[in-house]
């Protein structure tokens, strides 16, 4: 039987799975974000309502590890792109999507729970 329901993917535009080869004209994390969300249904929120460090995370060259993303929901390559130091705000709404700056202690509780999982991973060998 056939499902008349739409898929997670349909449902939730930032769900859908990705498989991304960034082209070499993509040099900036603000590129990188636009290029994804081309065909998503999303779009990047205004400059003028968006904060400067955000538009500061938009300038930084992208790293060469994220030039090929995926498999991954949309979701989690936006949010890989912004890194730890940032987090994924979605208006829903409007199809529009930006980055807010994590709070110094939220940030610090991620950096520290990575290194103890380094050390345990080095404890290990």
């Known amino acids: 039987m056939v499902s008349a329901a739409p ?14 080869q960034l082209p070499a004209r993509i040099q900036t994390i603000g590129e990188a974000v636009r290029y994804l969300l081309q065909r998503s249904g999303y779009r990047l929120a205004a400059t003028e309502s968006t ?4 538009l500061a995370l938009f300038a930084l060259t992208l790293p060469a590890v994220h030039r090929h993303l995926g498999p991954m929901t ?3 390559a ?3 792109l912004a890194g730890p130091a940032f987090h994924l705000v979605q208006d829903p709404v409007h199809r529009l999507i930006t980055f807010e700056q994590c709070a110094v202690k939220e940030v610090v509780a991620r950096g520290t ?8 991973a080095q404890d290990d060998d």
């Open 51 to 54: 904060a400067p460090e955000t």
């Open 113 to 120: 729970m990575n290194m103890a999982n380094v050390e345990v």
């Open 7 to 20: 898929t997670q993917a349909q449902a939730e535009l930032l769900e859908a799975t990705v498989t991304v």
């Open 78 to 80: 936006l949010e890989t």
């Open 74 to 76: 949309l979701r989690d």
